[in-house]
């Protein structure tokens, strides 16, 4: 069975400073992984995915995340933290090749602090 | 619509009562996903379908809870005789197609058993 490990639920950082999200997954057969982040009172966004290819993979306002098999490990990080980084980010596991039917890990709140 | 649209937002209900949520997602989308999300947690996966057909109910927690797509389009999930455990935020997501493309969220509903 799969699984998603959000290593801390709660994350603070200064802003400028370097941003990085802590996520372990347990799989069986290859996965693709994925980081949500999610504003309040909106739905959830897809960051960036990872499904085959490069390990390092880059998405949306400036987040990378690198695949790491011999981790099992699919952090994200951001070099400098904005003001506008504070939220909840989900990282999501799927076996399948159904890239809507996600397990999540249960979170990690993000805070900017000036 | 431009985005998937969950209605209501937020929703009270006594003990006991049934509801139906609904999701209209985005405009061709074929999939379409239902999660619940209790405070705290991550997204839990519930069901979803392909066209009209509901592909995996996997997910469901028991019998009380059923969900339909007729026409495959818009989405209904509902829950009958309400229990208090049963609050939390339901979310909805379509994609485009089958395969590894990005499901889009909507704001989810809010239910609260009393």
């Known amino acids: 069975a799969q699984s998603v490990t959000q290593l801390g639920s709660h994350v603070s950082v200064s802003e400028g400073a370097l941003v990085l999200l802590r996520c372990n997954y347990s799989s069986s057969v290859p996965p693709y992984l994925f980081w949500y982040v999610q504003y309040p009172n909106q739905g959830l966004q897809l960051l960036l995915k990872y499904t085959t290819g490069a390990t390092l993979v880059k998405g949306i306002n400036g987040f990378e995340a690198e695949f790491k098999k011999s981790e099992t490990s699919f952090h994200l990080t951001k070099p400098s933290a904005h003001m506008s980084d504070a939220a909840e980010y989900f990282c999501?596991?799927?076996?399948?090749?159904?890239?809507?039917?996600?397990?999540f890990g249960q979170g990690t709140e993000l805070s900017v602090k000036p | 619509g431009a985005g998937v649209s969950q209605s209501p937002r937020y929703k009270v209900t006594k003990r006991g009562q049934d509801v139906a949520l609904r999701c209209d997602p985005i405009?061709?989308?074929?999939?379409l996903y239902w999660y619940r999300q209790a405070l705290g947690q991550g997204p839990e996966f519930l069901t979803y379908?392909?066209?009209?057909?509901?592909?995996?109910k996997s997910g469901l927690p028991n019998d009380r809870f059923s969900a339909e797509r007729p026409e495959g389009s818009i989405s209904t999930l509902t829950i009958q005789r309400t229990e208090q455990r049963d609050s939390a935020m339901y979310r909805c997501?379509?994609?485009?197609?089958?395969?590894?493309?990005?499901?889009?969220f909507g704001q989810g509903t809010r239910l609260t058993v009393v």
């Open positions: 997501a379509s994609s485009s197609n089958r395969g590894l493309t990005e499901a889009f």
């Open positions: 405009s061709g989308h074929v999939s």
């Open positions: 999501a596991v799927t076996e399948g090749n159904q890239g809507g039917k996600l397990i």
């Open positions: 379908f392909n066209y009209e057909a509901q592909q995996d």
